[in-house]
């Protein structure tokens, strides 16, 4: 089936609320959005929403480059050739992986409605539903306790604390949330590179009486090393993410010594599911449980990590709450939410309706 035009556009969207982070905070997004059409009338999405702390790429360059008379060559092409294509792509945007995860997922999305099949059909389902965590960002103990009120209200069950900033009020706020919750909440830290080593090794002594299930990147990149001084129970709970943008650093993290015990893979670090999937090969191979992340992103990319994630065995833990935090969409659906429990349909591509 051939394609026969590609559409491309830039969105920006507001957030409900602003969050911080340990090195920024977020009002909105910008959303790059592709449209694959095929000659039988169906049109496959995709969404990126890089981190340019992260990756270095922008949202406005991957729409600039999705623009591109390359991107524009795909027509007349076939869409069973939506391997090849991907690869041509990441061969042509090596810099770019949001520009990469981009055209994978429109072109996933496509073959998928093409061959009547959900993309974890695909690939092979191996889970049918888990919870996610929902975020809390940066902000005061009183406001740390309302929002997880909130996020009880709404069913969730596993918070995921941003820190980094001072690690004697992270900790504060996390033993507020035992003693206010009890064991209500699963709880996860993500430091987002904040800490100094010696800041982590305190937090984590300090923290030994109260049940946090991972630490994220607590370190900044190229100090990876570092963490290999600590025990390798305590590495164990260590999860890789800024650290992580591909399969060369898959291989690198995975030696012996690993020091982290979980990969944190998001489709905008590592190009999309084609990506996602060699990283997650590597980790099988070396017991490392996987932890599916994301940015802000639209319900089109939240999806397609949902489905490459269950197509996974090893996959343990999902944080992908990005789309609850716009204000608006291109698409609805593409998932079951209850509970805090992720579930996806039996509709073809990524399951999702245009609005």
Request: net charge negative; glycine share 8%; hydrophobic share 40%.
């Given at each position: 089936?051939?394609?026969?035009?590609?559409?491309?556009?830039?969105?920006?969207?507001?957030?409900?609320?602003?969050?911080?982070?340990?090195?920024?905070?977020?009002?909105d997004?910008?959303?790059a959005?592709?449209?694959?059409?095929?000659?039988?009338?169906?049109?496959?999405?995709?969404?990126?929403?890089?981190?340019?702390?992260v990756v270095?790429?922008?949202?406005?360059?991957?729409?600039?480059?999705?623009?591109?008379?390359?991107?524009?060559?795909?027509?007349?092409?076939?869409?069973?050739?939506?391997n090849?294509l991907?690869?041509?792509?990441?061969?042509?945007?090596?810099?770019?992986?949001?520009?990469?995860?981009?055209?994978?997922?429109?072109?996933?999305?496509?073959?998928?409605?093409y061959?009547?099949?959900?993309?974890?059909?695909f690939?092979?389902?191996?889970?049918?539903?888990?919870?996610?965590?929902?975020?809390?960002?940066?902000?005061?103990?009183q406001?740390t306790l309302?929002q997880?009120m909130?996020?009880k209200?709404l069913?969730?069950?596993?918070l995921?604390?941003?820190?980094?900033?001072?690690?004697?009020?992270d900790?504060?706020?996390i033993i507020?949330?035992?003693?206010?919750?009890?064991?209500?909440?699963?709880?996860?830290?993500d430091?987002?590179?904040?800490?100094?080593?010696?800041?982590?090794?305190?937090?984590i002594?300090?923290?030994q009486?109260y049940p946090i299930?991972?630490i994220?990147?607590?370190l900044?990149v190229g100090l990876?090393?570092?963490?290999?001084?600590l025990?390798?129970?305590?590495?164990?709970?260590?999860?890789?993410?800024?650290?992580?943008?591909?399969?060369?650093?898959?291989?690198?993290?995975a030696?012996?010594?690993?020091p982290?015990?979980?990969?944190?893979?998001?489709?905008?670090?590592?190009?999309?599911?084609?990506?996602?999937?060699?990283?997650?090969?590597?980790?099988?191979?070396s017991?490392i449980?996987?932890?599916?992340g994301?940015?802000?992103?639209?319900?089109?990319?939240?999806?397609?990590?949902?489905?490459?994630?269950?197509s996974c065995?090893?996959?343990?833990?999902?944080?992908?709450?990005?789309?609850?935090?716009?204000?608006?969409?291109?698409?609805?659906?593409?998932?079951?939410l209850s509970?805090?429990?992720?579930?996806?349909?039996d509709?073809p591509?990524f399951?999702?309706?245009?609005?």
């Amino acid at each position: 089936m051939k394609i026969i035009a590609i559409r491309s556009y830039l969105k920006h969207v507001r957030l409900k609320k602003p969050y911080t982070i340990a090195y920024n905070t977020y009002h909105d997004v910008s959303l790059a959005f592709l449209e694959v059409e095929l000659a039988n009338g169906i049109i496959g999405y995709g969404s990126g929403s890089p981190a340019e702390e992260v990756v270095g790429e922008t949202t406005e360059q991957t729409s600039m480059n999705l623009q591109t008379d390359f991107v524009q060559a795909f027509v007349g092409r076939d869409i069973r050739q939506f391997n090849e294509l991907i690869y041509e792509a990441t061969m042509q945007f090596q810099e770019f992986p949001g520009t990469i995860a981009t055209i994978d997922i429109a072109l996933h999305d496509a073959f998928g409605k093409y061959i009547q099949l959900p993309i974890a059909k695909f690939y092979g389902q191996k889970t049918t539903s888990l919870p996610t965590s929902i975020t809390i960002g940066i902000c005061d103990v009183q406001e740390t306790l309302a929002q997880a009120m909130e996020c009880k209200k709404l069913g969730f069950r596993i918070l995921k604390v941003k820190t980094g900033v001072n690690p004697v009020v992270d900790l504060e706020r996390i033993i507020k949330l035992y003693e206010l919750f009890g064991d209500y909440f699963i709880i996860r830290v993500d430091a987002n590179q904040g800490y100094t080593f010696d800041e982590l090794t305190w937090f984590i002594k300090s923290i030994q009486p109260y049940p946090i299930e991972l630490i994220e990147q607590p370190l900044k990149v190229g100090l990876d090393k570092e963490l290999l001084k600590l025990n390798q129970s305590d590495r164990k709970k260590l999860a890789a993410d800024e650290s992580l943008k591909n399969a060369h650093a898959a291989l690198t993290l995975a030696s012996t010594d690993a020091p982290y015990g979980i990969f944190n893979i998001k489709l905008m670090k590592c190009g999309g599911i084609l990506g996602a999937r060699e990283i997650a090969t590597i980790a099988q191979a070396s017991s490392i449980d996987l932890f599916w992340g994301c940015n802000d992103e639209s319900i089109i990319s939240i999806a397609a990590a949902l489905h490459v994630a269950y197509s996974c065995p090893h996959t343990k833990y999902l944080d992908l709450d990005g789309s609850f935090d716009l204000a608006e969409d291109i698409v609805r659906g593409g998932f079951k939410l209850s509970d805090g429990h992720m579930t996806i349909n039996d509709k073809p591509g990524f399951g999702f309706d245009v609005i």
